[in-house]
């Protein structure tokens, strides 16, 4: 065991023992290390839960590779603080490299050109209730109607059918669209 200068022992040396299975050491580690890898890593993601994440990866993966770990006493080219700190910053670098994906509300319907089942059934059941309120009109206003939106008609095409004058049409007309806004809008 290595002590520091102020008698607590090394990184290096809590991390050979964790290399042995010893996870108090281990929890010694993440206490020491936790707080400021945390900082670090938030500061690069801008997030605290991926964070988070990066933090506890960074950990297990210390944990997984301790048992082959070289430290600086036994050949190794980093200290312990260093080696962990390249870990989380790695873990940020591929976190800030992939391609978020975007919550499912936010995205976009794909434009089919059709009409969504929403719209459908709207269009569904304004068609109904303008069918039912034509079939309520008085006859010479729904055949007003008929002649002028479903048979395309002109005025005194329709007006000659029904056997009236164009002003009597046209003033059938006016009533029947009024009549059937009213009910359009009490249904």
């Known amino acids: 065991m290595l002590p520091t200068q102020d008698g607590e022992e090394t990184d290096e040396s809590l991390y050979a023992r964790v290399g042995?299975?010893?996870r108090a050491a281990f929890a010694r580690l993440v206490g020491r290390h936790r707080r400021r890898l945390g900082a670090m890593v938030t500061r690069m993601t801008g997030q605290a839960a991926a964070a988070e994440d990066i933090v506890q990866e960074?950990?297990?993966?210390a944990w997984t590779q301790a048992p082959g770990w070289r430290g600086l006493q036994d050949g190794g080219t980093a200290r312990f603080g260093t080696w962990l700190t390249r870990i989380a910053m790695n873990l940020a670098i591929d976190r800030a490299r992939r391609v978020a994906p975007l919550p499912l509300d936010t995205i976009a319907e794909p434009e089919t050109g059709q009409p969504d089942s929403e719209a459908l059934l709207l269009r569904h059941e304004r068609a109904t209730l303008l069918a039912r309120?034509?079939?309520d009109?008085?006859?010479r206003q729904r055949a007003a109607v008929t002649l002028t939106y479903d048979d395309d008609l002109p005025n005194a095409e329709a007006a000659a059918v029904l056997g009236i004058t164009v002003g009597a049409f046209e003033l059938l007309l006016v009533r029947a669209r009024r009549t059937l806004r009213q009910a359009l809008q009490d249904a």
């Open 20 to 22: 042995r299975g010893d």
């Open 58 to 61: 960074s950990f297990v993966r």
């Open 133 to 135: 309120a034509v079939a």
């Open 137 to 139: 009109l008085p006859d």
